[in-house]
């Protein structure tokens, strides 16, 4: 057999280390579905390593039956890139897949502290081991696209070895409560207006890698989703899914929500007809943190098996894995400032926002004050990353007097939106220019660049949403506030 031809990866060698990437895996019943994952470029070895929970079996699963997947990395200010191959799971020693795996990351934790912090206390390794109970996943690249302006320009690196799909399975049906994917359903169409990076997936006709395409995305009048990309193929796809994100290469927080449907014909915008919604949600913080390493156990005492990997002993793993500690996040400290005042807003105002959208009398009020009490939400955990990351911390005098400060105005919703844009304006003018592209997606844009103007969102926030709401502000107040020590 001809020895690969990897140079096509040389120049992503800047990629060779632990960051955020779409993994698109084909489902069962042939419809792709979208995960944010971390992963790791190995250009010289031709190889792209990731891992999931044991716990979480649907990732396993979909490999197996269809070892075909892709990987697509878009962020902002960076050329998108996408990578098509045959993935393999790892299984066995725990620690030696946890060994593995930190190396990859570059020490224990690798971008993230925490999770460092996880490996070296003994009441958090307690709480994370079924979470660092995990299924190494390696995929061998066999083709490299970048995106020119007619669509991905696709190179072969080797030939494809893996039979293409194994087998299809009846769609299943889905578990969720009606509110849950209500809650999900309104969320992702609030992210979508806040013009937060989108990704649509496309199935392969003939069973091979689905394709993958940053893309534009807007709600409709009618409920609609519409999305416009360069190279979208002019047929209708019956098996596509749109997702929408938030990126973080530091994985303090996560937010994603993903539509499987059908991509209409045609060119231009193209409309997107969804039929069942799926997502995650996880925070940042002490509790949120908490609550994944408890989650990850349940799910693991639940799953049916533990896919050959063992428990692993997580502080060998990381005494045989060492790493650099991981550097404290630097700002100017007017950039700080702004970035308390900010949280100290959206903490205050996202369960305002949620209250009155929960009371509104009119569907369009009800629509307007929960997009903004997302927009806080997502404003507030994207501040709060960074003052995590900054070791910056909160006065409670200060989330006092925000509470009593940053609440609505006006009752009239559309009023309150132009008002909260007005009052953003000096913090965007402030922050923009003084973060990367890659620290600042969590800042919403003026309401004109987003779709948010053309139409109320669909929806009301129920009264658990809003309670949901205040839970996750009272959370968020209490990690910035307490000088809890992790270690």
């Known amino acids: 057999m001809p020895e690969p031809d990897l140079s096509a990866l040389t120049e992503l060698a800047y990629l060779d280390r632990f960051v955020q990437w779409d993994l698109i895996t084909v489902n069962p019943w042939g419809t792709p579905s979208v995960a944010p994952v971390g992963a790791r470029l190995l250009p010289s070895e031709g190889t792209i390593w990731t891992s999931t929970t044991v716990g979480y079996a649907a990732k396993l699963r979909n490999l197996r039956l269809h070892p075909r997947v892709t990987l697509l990395r878009a962020p902002a200010g960076e050329p998108a890139r996408l990578l098509l191959g045959e993935a393999v799971v790892v299984p066995g020693d725990g620690t030696a897949n946890l060994t593995q795996l930190f190396r990859l990351m570059g020490g224990p934790g690798g971008p993230r502290e925490f999770f460092g912090v996880t490996a070296q206390s003994p009441f958090w390794r ?30 072969r690196l080797r030939p494809w070895r893996q039979p293409r799909e194994r087998r299809l399975a009846a769609a299943a049906s889905g578990s969720r409560s009606p509110t849950a994917v209500a809650g999900l359903e309104i969320k992702g169409r609030q992210m979508l207006a806040d013009a937060l990076p989108s990704v649509l997936a496309l199935a392969s006709e003939d069973g091979g890698a689905p394709l993958a395409f940053p893309v534009r995305a807007r709600t409709m009048a009618g409920g609609g989703l519409q ?35 059908t991509l209409g014909d045609g060119a231009g915008w193209r409309d997107f007809q969804p039929r069942s919604v799926y997502g995650l949600a996880k925070p940042p913080g002490f ?15 639940r799953s049916a098996g533990s896919e050959g990997v063992s428990r692993p002993a997580v502080d060998l793993a990381a005494a045989d894995a060492p790493g650099s500690r991981v550097p404290t996040l630097a700002l100017p400290e007017a950039v700080w400032v702004a970035l308390q005042q900010l949280f100290v807003q959206d903490a205050a105002l996202a ?10 009398r009119s569907p369009e009020d009800g629509g307007w004050f929960g997009y903004l009490s997302q927009r806080a939400e997502l404003e507030r955990d994207w501040a709060q990353s960074l003052l995590v990351r900054g070791g910056r911390r909160v006065g409670a005098v200060s989330l006092g007097r925000g509470l009593l400060v940053a609440r ?6 559309r009023a309150e939106a132009a008002r909260r844009d007005l009052a953003l304006e000096r913090s965007r003018k402030l922050l923009r220019p003084a973060l990367p592209p890659s620290l600042s997606s969590g800042l919403a844009p003026p309401l004109a660049e987003g779709s948010r103007g053309r139409a109320p969102l669909p929806g009301q926030t129920s009264w658990l949403g809003a309670a949901f709401t205040a839970a996750g502000s009272a959370a968020a107040a209490l990690d910035r506030i307490l000088p809890t020590r992790r270690t």
């Open 351 to 360: 369960p305002w926002y949620a209250g009155m959208a929960f009371l509104a």
């Open 408 to 413: 609505p105005r006006t009752v009239r919703a």
């Open 227 to 261: 999305v416009r990309a360069p190279g979208l193929p002019g047929r209708r796809v019956p098996k596509a899914s749109l997702a929408v994100r938030v990126f973080d290469d530091s994985f303090e927080f996560a937010r994603m929500v993903g539509w499987i449907g």
């Open 126 to 155: 307690s709480v994370y081991r079924e979470y660092w109970r995990r299924a190494l996943i390696r995929i061998r690249i066999v083709e490299v696209g970048s995106l020119g302006p007619s669509g991905w320009e696709m190179r």
């Open 287 to 301: 509790l949120p943190d908490l609550a994944a390493g408890l989650a990850a156990g349940l799910m693991s005492a």
